[in-house]
Protein backbone atom coordinates (compact mmCIF):
# COMPACT_ATOMS: atom_id res chain seq x y z
CA UNK A 1 0.00 0.00 0.00
CA UNK A 2 1.36 4.01 -1.19
CA UNK A 3 1.35 6.22 1.27
CA UNK A 4 -1.49 8.63 -0.98
CA UNK A 5 -1.29 12.31 -0.05
CA UNK A 6 -0.20 13.77 -3.16
CA UNK A 7 1.05 17.79 -2.89
CA UNK A 8 -1.00 20.11 -4.65
CA UNK A 9 1.33 20.06 -7.29
CA UNK A 10 1.15 16.69 -8.24
CA UNK A 11 -2.82 17.05 -8.28
CA UNK A 12 -2.35 20.21 -10.56
CA UNK A 13 0.36 17.96 -13.42
CA UNK A 14 -2.85 15.29 -13.50
CA UNK A 15 -5.80 17.35 -13.48
CA UNK A 16 -3.91 19.97 -16.38
CA UNK A 17 -3.55 16.37 -18.17
CA UNK A 18 -6.76 15.38 -17.66
CA UNK A 19 -8.18 18.61 -18.62
CA UNK A 20 -5.99 18.79 -21.80
CA UNK A 21 -7.12 14.79 -22.57
CA UNK A 22 -10.52 14.65 -21.68
CA UNK A 23 -12.21 17.98 -20.76
CA UNK A 24 -12.89 16.81 -17.09
CA UNK A 25 -12.53 18.84 -14.24
CA UNK A 26 -11.98 17.49 -10.39
CA UNK A 27 -13.06 20.01 -7.96
CA UNK A 28 -14.01 19.58 -4.29
CA UNK A 29 -15.52 16.14 -3.50
CA UNK A 30 -15.16 15.20 -7.69
CA UNK A 31 -11.29 15.18 -6.67
CA UNK A 32 -11.94 12.65 -4.08
CA UNK A 33 -13.89 10.16 -6.32
CA UNK A 34 -10.56 10.41 -8.56
CA UNK A 35 -8.66 9.76 -5.73
CA UNK A 36 -10.17 6.43 -4.94
CA UNK A 37 -10.14 5.93 -9.06
CA UNK A 38 -6.14 6.21 -9.52
CA UNK A 39 -4.83 5.01 -7.00
CA UNK A 40 -5.30 1.03 -7.75
CA UNK A 41 -4.08 2.36 -10.94
CA UNK A 42 -0.79 3.44 -9.37
CA UNK A 43 -0.38 0.52 -7.23
CA UNK A 44 -1.41 -2.26 -10.51
CA UNK A 45 1.73 -0.46 -12.08
CA UNK A 46 4.08 -0.45 -9.20
CA UNK A 47 4.47 2.88 -8.69
CA UNK A 48 4.70 4.64 -5.26
CA UNK A 49 3.48 8.32 -5.83
CA UNK A 50 0.95 10.55 -8.31
CA UNK A 51 3.95 12.41 -9.46
CA UNK A 52 4.84 8.89 -10.99
CA UNK A 53 2.24 8.13 -12.83
CA UNK A 54 2.12 11.59 -13.97
CA UNK A 55 5.09 10.82 -15.68
CA UNK A 56 4.37 7.50 -16.54
CA UNK A 57 1.00 9.41 -18.73
CA UNK A 58 3.69 11.67 -20.02
CA UNK A 59 6.95 9.60 -21.18
CA UNK A 60 5.92 5.42 -20.74
CA UNK A 61 5.71 3.56 -23.90
CA UNK A 62 2.25 1.87 -22.86
CA UNK A 63 1.34 5.40 -21.76
CA UNK A 64 -2.02 4.99 -24.92
CA UNK A 65 -2.55 1.86 -23.05
CA UNK A 66 -3.13 3.79 -19.53
CA UNK A 67 -5.01 6.28 -20.67
CA UNK A 68 -7.66 4.17 -21.89
CA UNK A 69 -8.06 2.90 -18.60
CA UNK A 70 -8.28 5.93 -17.48
CA UNK A 71 -11.30 6.35 -19.65
CA UNK A 72 -12.81 3.71 -18.09
CA UNK A 73 -12.29 4.78 -14.47
CA UNK A 74 -12.72 8.42 -14.14
CA UNK A 75 -15.79 8.93 -15.93
CA UNK A 76 -19.22 9.41 -14.17
CA UNK A 77 -21.59 7.02 -15.93
CA UNK A 78 -24.86 7.67 -13.82
CA UNK A 79 -28.21 7.16 -16.82
CA UNK A 80 -31.20 5.36 -17.03
CA UNK A 81 -34.14 5.01 -19.58
CA UNK A 82 -36.88 7.52 -20.17
CA UNK A 83 -34.35 10.24 -18.53
CA UNK A 84 -36.03 14.25 -18.46
CA UNK A 85 -39.09 12.50 -20.72
CA UNK A 86 -40.37 16.09 -21.29
CA UNK A 87 -37.12 16.46 -24.07
CA UNK A 88 -37.65 13.21 -25.68
CA UNK A 89 -41.54 14.13 -26.44
CA UNK A 90 -40.48 17.33 -27.75
CA UNK A 91 -37.61 15.60 -30.10
CA UNK A 92 -40.59 13.52 -31.26
CA UNK A 93 -43.32 15.92 -32.05
CA UNK A 94 -41.54 19.06 -32.74
CA UNK A 95 -38.36 18.16 -34.54
CA UNK A 96 -39.06 14.65 -35.93
CA UNK A 97 -42.94 15.81 -36.61
CA UNK A 98 -41.70 18.64 -38.36
CA UNK A 99 -38.36 16.92 -40.35
CA UNK A 100 -40.71 13.96 -41.69
CA UNK A 101 -43.13 16.71 -43.44
CA UNK A 102 -40.11 18.58 -44.94
CA UNK A 103 -37.00 16.04 -45.74
CA UNK A 104 -36.99 12.42 -47.11
CA UNK A 105 -33.85 11.86 -45.86
CA UNK A 106 -33.58 10.15 -41.65
CA UNK A 107 -34.00 12.32 -39.02
CA UNK A 108 -30.55 11.82 -37.47
CA UNK A 109 -29.78 12.13 -33.33
CA UNK A 110 -26.50 12.48 -31.51
CA UNK A 111 -26.35 11.20 -27.92
CA UNK A 112 -23.18 11.93 -26.83
CA UNK A 113 -22.10 11.25 -23.51
CA UNK A 114 -24.37 8.40 -23.84
CA UNK A 115 -22.69 6.24 -21.08
CA UNK A 116 -24.51 2.79 -21.63
CA UNK A 117 -27.14 3.44 -24.06
CA UNK A 118 -30.07 4.14 -22.16
CA UNK A 119 -30.28 7.74 -23.60
CA UNK A 120 -29.73 6.92 -27.26
CA UNK A 121 -32.25 3.68 -27.03
CA UNK A 122 -34.70 5.78 -24.93
CA UNK A 123 -34.79 8.42 -28.25
CA UNK A 124 -34.84 5.20 -30.43
CA UNK A 125 -37.92 3.98 -28.72
CA UNK A 126 -39.98 7.79 -28.81
CA UNK A 127 -38.83 7.64 -32.35
CA UNK A 128 -40.46 4.95 -33.15
CA UNK A 129 -43.40 5.46 -31.27
CA UNK A 130 -43.85 8.96 -32.88
CA UNK A 131 -43.51 7.85 -36.98
CA UNK A 132 -45.87 4.86 -36.38
CA UNK A 133 -48.49 7.08 -34.86
CA UNK A 134 -48.46 9.41 -37.75
CA UNK A 135 -49.59 6.41 -39.94
CA UNK A 136 -49.39 7.52 -43.63
CA UNK A 137 -46.22 10.47 -42.57
CA UNK A 138 -43.64 7.80 -41.21
CA UNK A 139 -40.25 8.56 -40.98
CA UNK A 140 -37.03 7.06 -39.89
CA UNK A 141 -34.12 8.22 -38.21
CA UNK A 142 -30.61 7.33 -36.91
CA UNK A 143 -29.37 7.48 -33.59
CA UNK A 144 -25.47 7.53 -32.95
CA UNK A 145 -24.45 7.43 -28.89
CA UNK A 146 -20.84 8.07 -28.13
CA UNK A 147 -18.97 7.89 -25.37
CA UNK A 148 -15.40 8.50 -24.03
CA UNK A 149 -15.80 5.32 -21.64
CA UNK A 150 -15.01 1.78 -23.58
CA UNK A 151 -16.43 -0.48 -21.50
CA UNK A 152 -19.69 1.93 -21.74
CA UNK A 153 -19.94 1.46 -25.41
CA UNK A 154 -19.25 -2.74 -24.78
CA UNK A 155 -22.41 -2.28 -22.49
CA UNK A 156 -24.53 -0.25 -25.00
CA UNK A 157 -23.92 -2.54 -27.97
CA UNK A 158 -24.91 -5.39 -25.54
CA UNK A 159 -28.49 -3.61 -24.31
CA UNK A 160 -28.75 -5.75 -21.17
CA UNK A 161 -29.61 -3.78 -18.17
CA UNK A 162 -30.18 -3.91 -14.40
CA UNK A 163 -32.89 -2.42 -12.39
CA UNK A 164 -31.42 0.87 -12.17
CA UNK A 165 -31.45 1.73 -15.41
CA UNK A 166 -35.09 0.85 -15.61
CA UNK A 167 -36.36 2.58 -12.55
CA UNK A 168 -38.25 5.25 -14.78
CA UNK A 169 -40.25 2.50 -16.38
CA UNK A 170 -43.22 0.99 -15.03
CA UNK A 171 -44.73 -2.56 -15.25
CA UNK A 172 -46.10 -2.01 -19.14
CA UNK A 173 -42.80 0.05 -20.70
CA UNK A 174 -40.98 -2.90 -19.34
CA UNK A 175 -43.13 -5.69 -20.54
CA UNK A 176 -43.45 -3.40 -24.37
CA UNK A 177 -39.54 -2.85 -24.77
CA UNK A 178 -37.78 -5.43 -22.92
CA UNK A 179 -37.31 -8.93 -22.06
CA UNK A 180 -36.70 -10.24 -18.58
CA UNK A 181 -33.73 -12.25 -18.79
CA UNK A 182 -33.18 -13.43 -14.93
CA UNK A 183 -34.12 -11.05 -11.65
CA UNK A 184 -33.34 -7.66 -12.30
CA UNK A 185 -32.21 -8.39 -15.52
CA UNK A 186 -33.45 -6.90 -18.51
CA UNK A 187 -32.82 -7.24 -22.43
CA UNK A 188 -34.01 -4.52 -24.80
CA UNK A 189 -35.92 -6.11 -27.36
CA UNK A 190 -34.10 -6.62 -30.82
CA UNK A 191 -36.37 -4.58 -32.58
CA UNK A 192 -35.76 -0.92 -30.55
CA UNK A 193 -31.95 -1.54 -30.96
CA UNK A 194 -32.69 -1.05 -35.20
CA UNK A 195 -31.07 2.50 -36.16
CA UNK A 196 -29.20 2.57 -33.53
CA UNK A 197 -25.09 2.41 -33.22
CA UNK A 198 -22.08 3.04 -30.91
CA UNK A 199 -18.72 4.03 -31.02
CA UNK A 200 -16.29 5.39 -28.68
CA UNK A 201 -15.48 9.08 -29.19
CA UNK A 202 -14.12 12.07 -26.73
CA UNK A 203 -15.66 15.43 -26.74
CA UNK A 204 -12.56 16.94 -25.96
CA UNK A 205 -10.70 15.75 -28.93
CA UNK A 206 -9.27 17.88 -31.72
CA UNK A 207 -11.76 18.52 -34.63
CA UNK A 208 -9.04 16.28 -36.90
CA UNK A 209 -8.99 13.26 -34.35
CA UNK A 210 -12.61 13.61 -34.87
CA UNK A 211 -13.80 9.95 -36.12
CA UNK A 212 -15.60 11.15 -39.92
CA UNK A 213 -18.40 8.33 -39.22
CA UNK A 214 -19.56 10.92 -37.07
CA UNK A 215 -19.97 13.87 -39.25
CA UNK A 216 -23.83 14.01 -39.30
CA UNK A 217 -25.06 16.77 -39.45
CA UNK A 218 -27.11 16.18 -36.66
CA UNK A 219 -30.37 17.50 -36.52
CA UNK A 220 -30.49 17.08 -32.99
CA UNK A 221 -27.94 16.61 -30.53
CA UNK A 222 -27.86 15.03 -27.38
CA UNK A 223 -25.67 16.02 -24.54
CA UNK A 224 -26.82 16.15 -21.25
CA UNK A 225 -25.46 15.27 -17.87
CA UNK A 226 -22.32 15.51 -19.30
CA UNK A 227 -21.06 19.21 -19.31
CA UNK A 228 -21.08 19.53 -16.01
CA UNK A 229 -18.06 17.52 -15.49
CA UNK A 230 -16.12 19.24 -17.90
CA UNK A 231 -13.98 22.61 -17.30
CA UNK A 232 -14.97 25.79 -18.95
CA UNK A 233 -12.51 25.74 -21.25
CA UNK A 234 -13.14 21.72 -22.05
CA UNK A 235 -16.88 22.64 -21.97
CA UNK A 236 -16.10 25.28 -25.00
CA UNK A 237 -13.84 22.64 -26.85
CA UNK A 238 -16.84 20.08 -26.43
CA UNK A 239 -19.45 22.41 -27.34
CA UNK A 240 -17.30 23.70 -30.16
CA UNK A 241 -17.33 19.50 -31.80
CA UNK A 242 -20.42 19.17 -31.73
CA UNK A 243 -21.73 22.68 -33.18
CA UNK A 244 -19.27 21.64 -36.04
CA UNK A 245 -21.51 18.70 -36.58
CA UNK A 246 -25.10 20.15 -35.92
CA UNK A 247 -27.53 20.67 -39.06
CA UNK A 248 -27.52 24.77 -39.43
CA UNK A 249 -30.87 24.19 -38.29
CA UNK A 250 -30.55 21.88 -35.71
CA UNK A 251 -31.12 21.58 -32.04
CA UNK A 252 -28.82 20.87 -28.59
CA UNK A 253 -30.07 19.20 -25.71
CA UNK A 254 -28.76 19.55 -22.51
CA UNK A 255 -29.04 18.58 -18.61
CA UNK A 256 -31.82 20.74 -16.12
CA UNK A 257 -28.57 21.92 -14.81
CA UNK A 258 -26.69 22.84 -17.69
CA UNK A 259 -26.73 26.36 -19.38
CA UNK A 260 -24.80 27.81 -21.98
CA UNK A 261 -26.57 31.10 -21.51
CA UNK A 262 -23.66 34.31 -21.46
CA UNK A 263 -21.42 31.19 -22.00
CA UNK A 264 -21.58 31.26 -26.02
CA UNK A 265 -22.37 33.94 -28.63
CA UNK A 266 -23.37 31.06 -31.82
CA UNK A 267 -26.36 29.65 -29.79
CA UNK A 268 -29.47 30.95 -28.30
CA UNK A 269 -32.42 29.38 -26.13
CA UNK A 270 -35.70 28.40 -27.46
CA UNK A 271 -38.83 26.57 -26.87
CA UNK A 272 -39.21 23.50 -27.75
CA UNK A 273 -42.88 22.02 -26.91
CA UNK A 274 -42.56 22.31 -22.94
CA UNK A 275 -38.73 22.22 -23.28
CA UNK A 276 -35.56 24.76 -23.60
CA UNK A 277 -32.92 23.60 -26.21
CA UNK A 278 -30.21 25.62 -28.04
CA UNK A 279 -30.51 26.51 -31.76
CA UNK A 280 -28.07 28.48 -33.81
CA UNK A 281 -27.96 32.64 -33.43
CA UNK A 282 -28.99 32.80 -36.97
CA UNK A 283 -31.35 30.32 -36.99
CA UNK A 284 -33.40 31.22 -34.00
C1 LIG B 1 -23.54 11.10 -16.25
S1 LIG B 1 -23.34 10.32 -17.81
C2 LIG B 1 -24.73 10.97 -18.71
C3 LIG B 1 -25.38 9.92 -19.58
C4 LIG B 1 -26.60 10.41 -20.36
N1 LIG B 1 -26.25 11.46 -21.27
C5 LIG B 1 -27.70 10.85 -19.43
O1 LIG B 1 -27.97 12.06 -19.33
O2 LIG B 1 -28.31 10.02 -18.78
C6 LIG B 1 -21.95 11.23 -18.49
C7 LIG B 1 -21.26 10.49 -19.63
O3 LIG B 1 -20.36 11.39 -20.29
C8 LIG B 1 -19.23 10.65 -20.69
N2 LIG B 1 -18.08 11.54 -20.94
C9 LIG B 1 -17.34 12.22 -20.04
N3 LIG B 1 -16.35 12.88 -20.64
C10 LIG B 1 -16.46 12.62 -21.97
C11 LIG B 1 -15.71 13.02 -23.11
N4 LIG B 1 -14.63 13.80 -23.01
N5 LIG B 1 -16.10 12.55 -24.32
C12 LIG B 1 -17.19 11.74 -24.45
N6 LIG B 1 -17.93 11.33 -23.40
C13 LIG B 1 -17.57 11.77 -22.16
C14 LIG B 1 -18.98 9.70 -19.52
O4 LIG B 1 -18.18 8.59 -19.88
C15 LIG B 1 -20.41 9.33 -19.11
O5 LIG B 1 -20.80 8.11 -19.68
Known amino acids: MIAWVPSELEWKLLLDLLEERFGLAFDGVR ?7 LLPRVEALGLRALAEYHRYLLVHPERERELTQ ?10 YFFREPAQLTALADEVFLRHMRTHARPLRVL ?19 ASAARGSLQGSFVVDGIDLNP ?43 AGVRFLEANLAARTQEWNPELAGPYDAIF ?30 FLGHSESLVHRRRDVVPVRLGDVIVYAREEAA
Not at 70 to 79: G, S
Not at 229 to 247: D, N, T
Request: glycine share 4%.
Open 70 to 79: LRRVVTNNET
Open 151 to 193: ARIEHAQLAAYDEPSLRACDTRTRQRYFAQVSAGRWELRARHR
Open 223 to 252: CRNVLIYFSERGLHRAVSRLLERMAPRGYL
Open 31 to 37: REFLASR
Open 111 to 129: SAGCSSGEEAYSIAIMLAR
